[in-house]
């Protein structure tokens, strides 16, 4: 403190006497190199905003014509498409409900499944049996979504006909259950949603997995120490810690249920459910707006610009599901370090 | 100045890139007239004739594709220059697509004959699967109109010589979306039973000056309905033990395809046929062609001619032209001579050698002088002047006055029976005449095959799932395994090598 110091580093100007060593001024001089790499990430990151904008811009464009037409108003709270008759009548609400209720069975699938395995993961298995069952789990995200769609039209339709009867019969008077007489049970949207929630179940294990992973070891111990059995330990600690990435994964999974394309354009006839007609979610019919896209693609002008009003509506939906449920997964105390 | 080779270096890369690709395109464009790969899209009523005629294109070394999405689909995709060629049925203004194929110019190019099947699942009363239905064109009209809505009908026992079906509701399979076949199937509809179906098509708000190519803007349109988005689909649906007391129409290539029954239609000449090759162009020469060559088809709707089968027409595939309406050549039509290249050698290809197999899929060849029409469009494309097609040099067996292979029609089993029971009770078959009609197969009496469905050879054979099982599960696994393996084995070497 004499101020002889020759090897103390530059004060900076005026130190406060007796404070000591104040906090050095960091003056950072980027390299040629950290600057072009600098620019490069920020130029990436920023080119996915500006992709997604001009995804966003380029639906709004095309939809314009069949909206203009049609009127926002009735394009929202419509549900028959009609293109044949004059003028043109569009909307897309028949599309959502099937949509939402595909992700919803979906969704309702895959939570309780994929905790379960995540569970089974973190808690229960050995470090090396973990690894295989993450990479057993991650390959289901790996089957292209056509092969779980043809399996499902193919194979799984023909044996979940007895539960759809089942349940019909037995639980018909709940009235999503209720099917009508004589209904054909294959082409559902239960069957639909079945099948999406496998395509959901590895993202949905994949987040809760590392909100369970996260869980502080000492809380857990002391769960166990005080005589708790395992599954007391689960309970009490795992699972209330990791609900905020429980409810953020699901919600994820929602936004890709609701955007699953391939499978529900095979498994569902794609026809708009009317408003007017009570939902029977075991009975054919139902129509999810991708599935629909996927099947109308080739059509006139004006079909198209309808299609692309629809999918515009899809593309807010999932982006502001998505967006939600990063934000509970941010703000929960699990979430905190987890990136979605 | 550190970076300054590096920087060379790169620019020496970079550079000998540009000039690769600079290379490869000016080859690409400065050979001119080496055939280019083509693209089209379109109907699903010519799919099966495509599939050959698509490998055998490869095969030759040209390359084409064909997506199957349905006339309209494929008729638009051409008017956007998204496809270089478009396969359909019927012209644009019958698909209300008018105009989308002006701007462009375009010419109709006869392909194959072909014929929509009516297929359907149904048991008798005993609970024995029927495979000789019959049905007259007003009962088709009927039944797709929702004007008969059970199986018990006695429209459809009249058709059967008294056989009557179970109580069952007919369920209604078609087509989701835009549909060329369903613009065909219903034009016979309305052609044949006008007074039902004027004002079925009112009530469901369908339009009536062009062809109704969708009818799930109206679901409700019979009352049990079920609608699947491609032939294959529906052709498996029915065939499937789900698809019982069902009912739809589809090309019948793919009734051979996944061995599914169709239905005898009675003609206007009051005899029951399926639609094999000889059918189908015993009707099509009631087709009346236009000068653009797209075809009027109430002729063939309700052709007399004791083989016809009513719901035949003729396919098309729909090349770039010269915007002008008489079109006296169209050549340098496509900016890309690669393309007019491999489209007239393929086109010359299906004219004659692609119409040799079609009869054994559920097709039947062109006749010579659209054979004919097929080498006049290439010429107009080339412009060179026409090829005359002759027996030597066109291997199209309609040329040697056949149609060949698998084009002869089967006898009707039922034909020379006098009434069939309800199959009741002890589950015998009462016949009543020279023939009978039962459980096991059915006996001809016109000293063609035993087995009128195995008449014909068919040509694919479905995928059966069942059979290789054990191995497919296995190599999946394989297949599955795999990464696991590699992966724990590099991370046990990792343990390994790591110390401690």
Known sequence: ?340 | MRAHPIRRRAAAAFTAVALAVIASVGAATGAGASPARINGQGSSYVALAMQQWVADAQTSGLQVNYLPTGSPGGLTAFGQSLADFAGTEAEFSALSSQGVGDTRGYQYVPSVAGAVAVMYNVQDTAGRKVDYLHLSRRTIARIFTGDITTWSDPAISADNKGLVLPDQPINVVYRGGQSGTTGLFYDFVANVAPDVFGPWAQRNSFPTSVRIIQLDSSPGFVPKSQAFQGSDQIAQFIGGGQGLWSIGYDEFGYAKTYDVPAAWVQNAAGESVLPYAENISAALESAALRPDLSQELSGVYNSTNPIAYPISAYSYIVTQCAVSADRPTCRGAYSNPGITETLTSWLRYIACEGQVNMARIGYSPLPPNLSQEVANSIARLTGAAPEQLTQANCANPRFGGSVGDGGAPPVDPIKNIDAIGSGSGTGETAAGGTGSVGGKGTTSSGGGSTDWRRVAPVAYVGPSIASSNGIAVLALLLVMAVPLVVGGILARRRRNGTPG
Not at chain 1, 33 to 46: H, Y
Not at chain 1, 90 to 111: H, N, P, Q, R, Y
Not at chain 1, 185 to 214: C, D, K, N, W, Y
């Open chain 1, 1 to 340: 403190m004499s101020g002889i110091d020759l090897q103390d580093p530059p004060t900076p100007p005026s130190p406060a006497p007796g404070a000591g060593r104040t906090k050095r001024v960091v003056t950072e001089v980027p390299s040629v190199v950290d600057r072009r790499f600098n620019a490069i990430t920020m130029g990436a990151g920023i080119s996915v905003l500006v992709l997604l904008l001009l995804v966003g811009a380029f639906l709004l464009i095309q939809s314009s014509d069949a909206i203009s037409q049609t009127g926002i108003l009735r394009f929202l709270t419509r549900t028959e498409w009609r293109t044949d008759v004059q003028p043109p009548a569009i909307g897309v609400l028949g599309l959502l409900t099937g949509t939402v209720l595909v992700a919803v069975v979906a969704v309702l699938f895959a939570v309780p499944l994929s905790v379960f395995c995540a569970l089974a993961i973190t808690e229960y298995s050995t470090a090396r049996r973990r690894k295989w069952l993450i990479g057993v789990v991650d390959l289901l995200a790996a089957v292209p979504s056509l092969l779980f769609g043809l399996w499902g039209f193919l194979y799984l339709s023909d044996k979940m006909i007895p539960i759809s009867t089942w349940l019909s019969q037995n639980l018909g008077f709940i009235p999503f259950f209720h099917t009508e007489k004589n209904a054909s049970l294959t082409g559902s949207i239960f069957i639909a949603g079945v099948v999406v929630a496998l395509m959901v179940l590895p993202i949905i294990t994949s987040v809760t997995r590392e909100v369970f992973s996260q869980t502080p070891p000492g809380e857990k111990e002391a769960a166990l120490a005080l005589g708790g059995t395992r599954w007391g330990m689960i309970r009490s600690v795992v699972l209330p810690y990791g609900r905020g990435g429980i409810i953020g994964g699901s919600m994820l999974g929602l936004g890709r249920a609701l955007g699953e394309t391939i499978a529900v354009a095979l498994l569902l006839p794609q026809v708009p459910q009317r408003i007017g007609d009570s939902i029977h979610i075991l009975q054919n019919g139902g129509a999810t707006v991708s599935g629909f896209i996927a099947n109308r693609a080739g059509a006139d002008a004006f079909t198209v610009s309808g299609l692309m009003a629809a999918g515009l509506v899809l593309f807010i939906i999932t982006l502001a599901t998505n967006m939600i449920a990063s934000v509970v997964v941010a703000r929960s105390r699990s979430g905190a370090g987890v990136d979605l």
